[in-house]
């Protein structure tokens, strides 16, 4: 496949060139693409403002380049092959042409439905084809679409959806999950009591739940596109147009609307998707995320399709009907890349051998990792017993502000480590640095992860609020990105991602900022003031401890704050941990000491080091005899 590194030279070729003439390295491979209008230059950018344009003036769209493309050469290839929840249920297998039909025909659904260009709609469905639909239907016509994860609660769904003021909301009557069937679109009558600006809201129909449709705002998704025409031709964009809008936590305040726009990041997630996983003609491709992340944006859907992969969508759990489902699926439809997250790999190892073994696993050739660093026995247990220790494991750093994979093997090609995300992809100019922004140069060292020069997929603003995502990623050092995490350069010039510098976690690969978290809590009404730190959990990574001052503590405490925590952000935030303290240790100008909770936290109390000068010293003693170890 053009495009595809093939070996290390290659790769160290395609490296220095991206690095010594990176508009003409970018402008090589847009050049694979269908252009309305060619850009008129690569590149323009800042990191002061920051200010960053690829293909500037370029036009294009990019459903275009993921479909229409492809239609010659590959309309009965299958483009979607989807695996039910329930294994006896029927798998489906949507090919590039049925796709496009099913694209064209819901563009006209959401036109007649008062959508258009610039619009934004949120998409709040459970892991079936359409979900991808309504993405690239409103890829189509123009719409910023802004997934939201379907486990978030009516509250986070509300907020979301003011921020970007949102027209429509595409969901779904309910959500199959193992077992239980979650209802859906219940929850999103409850967030529209919360915001006024969505105006219509189309209902998928899955699991046949009951639900109330409201006259003059909610239709069914069957009937929308009852007799409409399934040809449409798409709008034309600008590069720099808004392609979506995706919330991620950050260390403070709430989710921010991370910005992607339509050129480079259809160039970067094509690039990535095919030199990391070395996506061969013909290959089945699984990301297990969901579409509600980066990762599936970027890796089920976009990334793939530009490349014209067939791409498998799972809409259960890993664990239903047993923790062999993973690899039931790989077998049963012959997976040739496998990519997943440390958190699934721990949890199905801690359910035994037995799970795996029955199964022949011989069709993987590619197996990755994602979303949080990968403990040396988890990846080990992964390349043993899931890759035979035949496959190359890629582990793969990026960011939703980063939209592609920055830091990896490249697979079979740049020779592997465990736990080592390794190297930078071709256009990555990554630089580790001290906490004065110095560079930090050699081998051996270990510091701050900054990027110094864009990719094509960097994110451009933060929805609604330009100074925020100044602030937040472009003041902390000059002239670079600052991704908020730390890394270290081995003797080989391989990085490895030690994990956030900042007061965000990674629970289960999922992004949670520590204030998020406590603003949460806080909404107890016994509750004063909380402190909530991550402390490391064998299966999820991180957990959530929360310490809380309270005022006349009832006996289920602990199990309301977590259903608070439930119904304002969603389950994925309770903590694990909760702690009723007399007190927090802060410092003599009133900020609480994080260091020291994280310490106790993490059952290591014993090295917390002088406490003497903070304010309270004396909060620390009691909290550690009380503490959740
Ligand atoms: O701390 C890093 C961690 O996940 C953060 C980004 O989270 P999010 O925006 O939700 O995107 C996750 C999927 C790309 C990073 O700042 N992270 C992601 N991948 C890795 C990782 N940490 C270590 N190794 C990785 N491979």
């Known amino acids: 496949m053009n495009n595809r590194i093939t070996n290390l030279s290659e790769y160290t070729q395609a490296y ?114 359409e979900a991808t639909v309504a993405m690239l239907a409103c890829a189509r016509i123009g719409a910023v679409h802004s997934v939201v994860f379907a486990g978030f609660s009516a509250t986070a769904l509300a907020d979301r959806a003011t921020d970007c003021q949102a027209k429509m909301i595409l969901t779904a009557d309910g959500n199959y999950r193992g077992s239980k069937s979650i209802p859906v679109k219940s929850v999103v009558d409850k967030a529209l009591e919360k915001c006024d600006c969505v105006e219509g809201v189309i209902v998928f129909q899955r699991t046949n739940t009951e639900v109330n449709m409201k006259e003059g705002r909610d239709v069914w998704w069957h009937e929308s596109i009852e007799g409409i ?61 969901d579409i509600g992340w980066i990762t599936g944006h970027s890796y089920i859907v976009y990334g793939p399709l530009l490349a014209g992969a067939t791409t498998l969508m799972f809409e259960g759990v890993p664990t239903f009907p047993d923790a062999g489902r993973f690899w039931e699926v790989c077998d049963k439809h012959q997976v040739n890349q496998f990519y997943t997250a440390p958190t699934a790999i721990r949890a199905l190892e801690a359910c035994g051998l037995e799970f795996v073994e029955p199964y022949k696993l011989d069709s993987l050739k590619v197996i990755g990792s994602v979303g949080e660093p990968i403990n040396e026995e988890a990846w080990h247990w992964y390349h043993e017993h899931v890759g035979k220790r035949n ?32 190297l930078p992809l071709p256009g990555i100019q990554p630089i580790i640095v001290d906490r004065n922004g110095n560079e930090i140069t050699g081998k051996n060292v270990q510091g701050n992860l900054c990027i110094k020069f864009p990719w094509p997929s960097i994110l451009r603003t933060t929805y609604g609020d330009h100074e925020r995502c100044r602030l937040t990623y472009f003041t902390t050092y000059e002239n670079l990105y600052a991704t908020g995490d730390g890394a270290k350069r081995d003797h080989d010039g391989y990085i490895r991602i030690l994990g956030r510098v900042d007061d965000v976690m990674n629970i289960s690969g999922h992004r949670m900022g520590t204030a998020e978290v406590e603003n949460a809590i806080d909404e107890h009404l016994q509750v004063i003031e909380s402190a909530v730190v991550g402390y490391p959990h064998d299966i999820k990574g991180q957990g959530i401890y ?53 310490k106790i936290a993490a059952g290591e109390s014993d090295q917390l080091g002088d406490t003497s000068t903070l304010l309270n010293p004396e909060v620390v003693e009691a909290i550690v005899l009380g503490a959740e170890v």
């Not at 001052?549 to 259903?563: F, M, P």
């Not at 240790?585 to 000491?593: A, D, E, Q, Y």
């Open 391 to 422: 496959c190359p494991l890629v582990d793969t750093w990026w960011q939703t502000e980063t939209g592609g994979i920055m830091i990896s093997a490249l697979a079979g090609i740049i020779p592997v480590k465990p736990a080592h995300a390794s």
């Open 546 to 598: 929360a310490f809380v001052i309270c005022e006349n503590a009832s006996d289920n405490i602990k199990e309301e704050i977590r259903s608070k925590v439930s119904e304002i952000i969603g389950s994925i935030a309770k903590p694990d941990k909760i702690q009723v303290v007399p007190g927090l240790p802060k410092t003599r100008s009133g900020k609480i000491m994080r260091r020291i909770l994280r």
């Open 229 to 289: 025409s399934k040809e449409y031709a798409a709008e034309v964009m600008d590069s720099e147009d808004l392609l979506f809008i995706l919330y991620t936590s950050g260390s403070t305040g709430k989710p921010k609307g991370v910005v992607h726009t339509c050129g480079g990041y259809m160039i970067y997630t094509y690039y990535s998707f095919l030199n990391v996983f070395q996506y061969d003609e013909g290959d089945v491709y699984w990301c297990t995320a």
């Open 16 to 129: 220095d060139k991206s690095v010594e003439n990176p508009e003409q390295f970018w402008e090589e491979i847009a050049e694979t693409f269908q252009w309305q209008k060619r850009w008129d230059n690569v590149l323009d950018w800042n990191f002061k403002d920051p200010d960053v344009k690829w293909f500037v003036n370029g036009k294009l769209n990019i459903t275009e380049n993921l479909l229409d493309r492809h239609l010659e050469k590959r309309g009965d290839q299958i483009a979607i092959l989807w695996e039910p929840n329930d294994p006896k249920e029927a798998h489906q297998e949507i090919t590039y042409r049925e796709l496009h039909e099913k694209v064209c025909q819901f563009s006209n659904a959401l036109l007649a439905q008062g959508i258009g260009k610039g619009d934004r709609v949120i998409i709040y469905m459970p892991m079936v084809p």
